[in-house]
């Protein structure tokens, strides 16, 4: 037999891998190069940007006094002696991590019970979660709006937080996890050991459920601070009770570039480089809350999958 086919077939195997590899590098790059674009503007001034200053993505203008410049001109920003900003993202700190908080305790034991115990109108309560989940927020804006309103809570941080933990989602990803992933006869085990429920779920449902604690918390907290309706509507009435997700936008609508008008009328000017630094500042957050949960997310991806 000839060697010429099979060295054919390992050239093509050869060219069609470097082709994809090619092809995955080139998709990269028209997603990455926006994004660095865009964190470079951190590192450059205002007029250096207008000027055309640093050739490509002004790599020959990045300083670090940029940075601090424009974080010092977004330390100013707001009324008396400014600051408004780190409040913000202290305020989106506080409600996102109590809203993880609650989402991952009241999760947990409702995933185990839909999962694992048996009760009335257990169907109809899980048909339920599963529409909630799917539930646009916006539908719920108004409705929560009257009912925080009618307690005289507007404008105050709690209830923001209390409501952030309401997260069906994690609730249906702990009814998967203990459906897929927690063994029949474990339990049958515990209950002839003369466990109750109570102590079946605390000494062998939460060991088994790091992984969906993981997801849920991962996922509700990016689902709380990137909240955006729900902060609009109940914290307009106090400056320094916003969170970031509606603060960036006023800092938007008070920058020059986008509305000439209210900005004239401002001490503070902001403009792309401070926006943009606002921007990356307030994805901080997200990011350590990722790079922190990644082993347990990387272990989580299979919940629910079922062995073949």
């Known amino acids: 037999m000839s060697t010429a086919a099979p060295r054919?077939?390992?050239?093509?195997?050869?060219?069609?891998?470097?082709?994809?590899?090619?092809?995955?590098?080139?998709?990269?790059?028209?997603?990455?190069?926006?994004?660095?674009?865009?964190?470079?503007?951190?590192?450059?001034?205002?007029?250096?940007?207008?000027s055309g200053e640093g050739g490509l993505f002004g790599i020959g203008a990045l300083s670090w006094e940029n940075v601090v410049y424009s974080w010092n001109e977004l330390s100013k920003f707001g009324p008396g002696d400014g600051h408004v900003f780190q409040r913000w993202l202290l305020n989106s700190v506080v409600v996102a991590t109590s809203g993880t908080i609650i989402a991952v305790v009241a999760a947990i034991p409702a995933g185990y019970a839909f999962a694992r115990l048996r009760f009335r109108f257990r169907k109809a309560f899980l048909f339920v979660t599963l529409l909630a989940m799917v539930m646009p927020n916006t539908v719920l804006v108004i409705p929560i709006f009257l009912e925080v309103n009618a307690i005289g809570a507007i404008g105050q941080l709690w209830p923001v937080a209390?409501?952030?933990?309401?997260?069906?989602?994690?609730v249906y990803l702990a009814y998967i996890h203990f459906m897929t992933t927690m063994p029949h006869e474990l339990l049958e085990a515990a209950r002839i050991d003369g466990l109750g429920e109570v102590k079946t779920f605390f000494q062998i449902g939460v060991p088994l459920a790091k992984q969906a604690i993981a997801l849920v918390a991962f996922f509700s907290f990016v689902a709380n601070w990137i909240n955006f309706f729900l902060p609009l509507a109940l914290l307009t009435s106090s400056q320094e009770n916003k969170l970031i997700s509606i603060g960036i936008q006023e800092?938007?609508?008070?920058?020059?570039?986008?509305?000439?008008?209210?900005?004239?009328?401002l001490d503070v000017k902001l403009y792309l480089p401070q926006l943009a630094l606002a921007t990356v500042v307030s994805m901080l957050p997200l990011m350590a809350m990722f790079l922190g949960a990644q082993r347990f997310l990387v272990k989580g991806q299979t919940v629910g999958a079922v062995k073949g």
């Open 162 to 170: 209390v409501i952030m933990g309401f997260f069906p989602f994690g």
């Open 251 to 265: 800092l938007i609508g008070a920058s020059p570039m986008f509305n000439a008008t209210v900005a004239a009328g």
């Open 8 to 50: 054919n077939r390992t050239a093509a195997a050869s060219a069609g891998r470097y082709g994809r590899i090619v092809t995955m590098v080139v998709v990269a790059a028209f997603f990455l190069l926006p994004i660095l674009g865009f964190v470079m503007l951190i590192f450059q001034s205002e007029e250096g940007l207008r």
